[in-house]
């Protein structure tokens, strides 16, 4: 039997994965495009806007039980995987004792456990010229205060994609790190808990079908890191020269937040 030509990216159902679901499944390269998330009646919505060859599955990434049997689905379904995009993730704008231990680790469990385990377990589904798009960020380029956890997470999956792309390149499979700046998306109304000490400057904020674009564009060009926007390469050079503390000191002095 030939094998189903598919696109898997979790975290489908709203902001940055739904723009990507937008601008892929309409090609033909792929036979379904898979959306992975936990809330079903917005997966079911993206089948109402985009067709039947979008294929919902309801899937908590930060629990790794559930990983395991979508790993088992795989082994029953058996896919040509062409394209993962890891882009489930999320933030809380708060200082360190803001949230509960199990919040912080939740929140590794989904924006670095997920990641790595999502990617491991598709790879051997993976042929030649098959992509992988993990979500980093803009916080991954230097440590940021009041989005600790977050920034933290986000360089894992920056240096984990870029040395992953070296190892993956004698199979033909191409790892691209993105990493946007603030984009306008869901991601404040979850990160937002009203925590005294927090960023709340969100400047230069991009519509997210435009780093999707500049994403897929990066990644079908086998590129191990895409950016998107003057500002944020700026960002990104300022961090490789100049001294951690001190780029820490401009982010608070930008948020307004005292030391
Ligand atoms: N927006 C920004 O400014 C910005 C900037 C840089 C990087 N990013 C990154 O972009 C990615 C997408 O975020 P977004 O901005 O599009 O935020 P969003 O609108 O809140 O979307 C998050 C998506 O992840 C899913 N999700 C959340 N927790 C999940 C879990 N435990 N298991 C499975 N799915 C889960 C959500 O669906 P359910 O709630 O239904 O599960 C939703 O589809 C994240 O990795 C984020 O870190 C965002």
Same mark, same amino acid.
């Given at each position: ?9 979790? /975290? ?19 036979? *379904? ?6 809330? *079903?009646?917005?997966? #079911?919505?993206? =089948? ?23 790993? !088992?689905?795989?082994?029953?379904? !058996?896919? !040509?995987?062409?394209? #993962? ?29 997920? =990641?790595?385990?999502?990617?491991? /377990? ?12 993990? =979500? ?26 870029? %040395? #992953?792309?070296?190892?993956?390149? *004698?199979?033909?499979? $191409?790892?691209?790190?993105? $990493? ?5 998306? !869901? ?6 808990? /009203?925590?005294?000490? %927090? ?12 780093? %999707? ?14 950016? $998107? ?14 001294? *951690?503390?001190?780029?820490?000191? $401009?982010? #608070?002095?930008?948020? /307004?937040?005292?030391?």
């Amino acid at each position: 039997m030939t094998k189903k030509n598919i696109a898997i990216v979790t /975290g489908a159902s709203s902001g940055f994965g739904k723009e990507f679901v937008k601008l892929i499944h309409y090609d033909s390269k792929f036979d *379904e495009v898979w959306v992975l998330a936990r809330t *079903e009646s917005k997966l #079911l919505d993206l =089948v109402s806007e985009f067709g039947e060859k979008i294929k919902p599955y309801i899937i908590d990434l930060s629990d790794y039980n559930q990983i395991k049997l979508f790993i !088992n689905y795989l082994k029953e379904q !058996n896919p !040509n995987i062409k394209l #993962l995009i890891n882009n489930a993730g999320f933030a809380k704008f708060c200082s360190y004792d803001d949230i509960s231990i199990d919040e912080s680790l939740n929140m590794i469990n989904l924006n670095i456990n997920g =990641v790595v385990a999502m990617s491991l /377990g598709c790879i051997p589904f993976m042929e030649r010229d098959s992509h992988i798009i993990n =979500v980093a960020s803009q916080a991954s380029f230097q440590p940021v205060p009041y989005l600790n956890i977050y920034s933290a997470t986000k360089s894992f999956v920056k240096n984990y994609s870029q %040395a #992953l792309n070296v190892e993956l390149k *004698e199979k033909g499979i $191409c790892v691209t790190a993105v $990493c946007p700046g603030w984009m306008k998306t !869901n991601f404040y109304s979850r990160g937002d808990i /009203g925590a005294k000490k %927090a960023p709340t400057h969100f400047t230069l904020m991009k519509n997210p079908e435009i780093v %999707a674009k500049k994403a897929l564009k990066d990644a079908y060009n086998n590129k191990d890191i895409s950016v $998107c926007g003057t500002f944020v390469n700026f960002c990104r050079i300022f961090a490789k020269f100049l001294p *951690e503390k001190l780029i820490m000191k $401009c982010w #608070l002095f930008i948020q /307004g937040i005292k030391e």
